[in-house]
Every structure is written in C-alpha cells, then in structure tokens.
C-alpha cells in the first residue's frame, strides 16, 4: 500500500504532474534568479503601506484574450488525435471511461478559471551585473505603471518555496501557439506513462484532479510567443478551487473599477514551510521608474521608514531608473 502522505510520495507525484514547473524552478534556483514586479509609483505605495500585495480577477488583465489563448492549446492539444488521443488511451488503461470524467471535471471550472482566478504577475530580472538590474526593463516600463511607475525586486526562494500555506501556487508561463504547445503536452503524457504503474495506485478521483490541476493551471499560464520577452512567472490563487485561510478577499475600486481582489501579506508561516517573506527578507529593491517626477517619487518613498517594515536604510533599496524614455 502507498502512503500518499509520505514526502518522498508527493514529491515523485509533483514531479510526475508538474515536471515543466518543477525544471523552470530549478533553472531559477540554480541561477540565483530574482522576480521583478512592474506597477505604478501609488500602488507600490500601498504594498509598502499594507505589507501586502494583490492578487487580480483574470478578468481584469491588460488583455483578457490570454485566458482565452490558454484555453485554446490545452483544448487543442486534448482534440488532437495523436496527443490528446494517447492521453485518453493511457487514462482508459487506468479505468473505462476515465478520459470522459476528465473533460467533464475540467469542464466544470471553465468559468471559475475566467472569472473567479486571481494572479499576481511577476518577470525574471537580469542578473546584479546587467544593465536592467540597473535601469528595469524598457518594454516593461512602456507597458506597465503609466507615467509613474516602480519595479519591485523580489528574491525568488519564498515564491518558489513547497508550502501550502497560502494555496496560492506560483506558474511560469509558457509562450506558445497552440500548435507550438503540443510538444509540450506530450511531454507531460511521456512523464505519465513511464510512471504508469505507479500514479495507478492514486485513488481515481485523485489522478483526475491531478490532471484537471494540470490543465487547469496550463490554461491560465500560456501565452501568445509574441509575449516571450515579457519573462513572466504567474502566483494564482483559486478560492473555489483551493480555497485559503490566509488569503482575504476585499473590494477594492481600481482605476474607477470595483473589484474584488485577494491580498497576500508579507509574512512567514515557518510551521508550514514559507520563510523569507518579509519585507526585509523579501525586497532587494526598488527601481524608480523613468519620469520627469523620479526625484520626487524617491524622496516619497524613502522618506517614511516604517514602510519598509524592519530595512534599516530604507534609501539602500531605492534607485532610479535614469533611462531616458520618451512617452
């Protein structure tokens, strides 16, 4: 008998499922890569002000058409006949049938994933000695903020820790066409048919949440390849589907828009495996973005120390950005 409760087990397991997450994670591990996070100079405001972040309705992403571009490689990925169709044959192997109670449990969530999904979207960020360690990265800096925008620095070992502790769950996004994600797919049946006899032993409502978590989070983080620059890494949080004792929902009114959102704080829950998640341990820095208004937006945000929570010298996190960009 399997103890599913063993470490060793749910790790193999996670390796099996998520075999794509788990190299992008040790390619970042490896490379001591940090996340940057792109917002307005009055948002970041607030993070340090909350000792929060936010996570936002998938609805109410710059475009909402990337859910949609997701949706369609998983959908036809599964469609087609000599991908999808070895996954449905090595899923009937298990029990008859067992293919149609996946598309159906998948199904059922179709519009919790557009609707009742909230993301907090991060990019990698150059090495310490690369010029956008420097000054941040142009196409973002035209693209997220407006005219007064920051880039947080954040170390990377918190996000990619193995806790459940919030049940917010950190993706990278794939950049591909529907028909460029197929490989990718079939990747991930490889991984399950060499571990066959193994994942046969999981009760069966286990294997097809397993494979609906799959699809479901492949869905939310693929996007169009002309995105790639972007480097983005996703942390989703699914209330009806991973419902979290951490994690409040709120409605907040953003650019004239209420909304309900969910906050995530800056905070360690060392019995459950998350440390390094304060703002202190957290925040590398803060580049202040390119604007006529740099010296102000420096002066605003060092000038109140209690914001930075515990950082000594709040003006060692803070630089600016002195690209000179025109809008």
């Known amino acids: 008998m399997v103890d599913w409760n063993d470490p060793k087990n749910i790790e193999r397991l996670n390796n099996i499922f998520f075999s794509y997450v788990q190299k992008e994670t040790s390619r970042i591990e490896q490379n001591n890569i940090r996340f940057v996070h792109y917002t307005s100079a009055d948002t970041g405001l607030k993070i340090l002000r909350n000792n929060k972040v936010w996570l936002r309705n998938a609805i109410v992403m710059n475009d909402f058409s990337e859910v949609h571009h997701g949706e369609r490689c998983v959908a036809e990925a599964w469609q087609d ?23 159906d449990a998948y199904d059922e969530f179709q519009h919790d994933r557009g609707t009742k999904t909230f993301i907090f979207s991060m990019s990698e960020h150059g090495d310490h000695d690369t010029n956008e360690d420097k000054y941040g990265r142009l196409s973002m800096w035209r693209a997220y903020g407006g005219d007064t925008n920051v880039a947080f620095i954040f170390k990377s070992e918190p ?169």
């Open 81 to 103: 006949d000599t991908v999808g169709g070895r996954l449905k044959t090595l899923l009937n192997s298990w029990e008859a049938g067992l293919d149609i109670k996946v598309a």
């Open 159 to 327: 996000f990619l820790a193995p806790s459940d502790a919030l049940n917010a769950f950190i993706s990278p996004v794939i950049y591909k066409s529907p028909e460029d994600f197929k490989p990718i797919f079939f990747e991930f049946i490889q991984k399950l048919e060499e571990e066959r006899e193994f994942i046969g032993t999981l009760p069966i409502e286990a294997i097809i949440d397993n494979i609906c978590r799959v699809f479901y989070f492949a869905a939310l983080s693929t996007k169009h390849p002309g995105f790639a620059e972007e480097k983005e890494w996703r942390v989703i949080h699914s209330p009806t589907l991973m419902p979290s004792t951490v994690l409040k929902a709120s409605t907040e009114v953003i650019a004239g828009v209420p909304q309900e959102v969910y906050k995530i704080p800056f905070q360690n829950f060392p019995d459950q495996g998350l440390e390094g998640a304060t703002i202190p341990e957290l925040l590398d820095r803060i580049i202040i973005g390119p604007t006529q208004y740099s010296q102000t937006i420096y002066d605003a945000f060092v000038s109140e120390p209690e914001r930075f929570k515990g950082v000594s010298d709040p003006s060692s996190r803070v630089i600016i950005s002195d690209i000179p960009l025109r809008r």
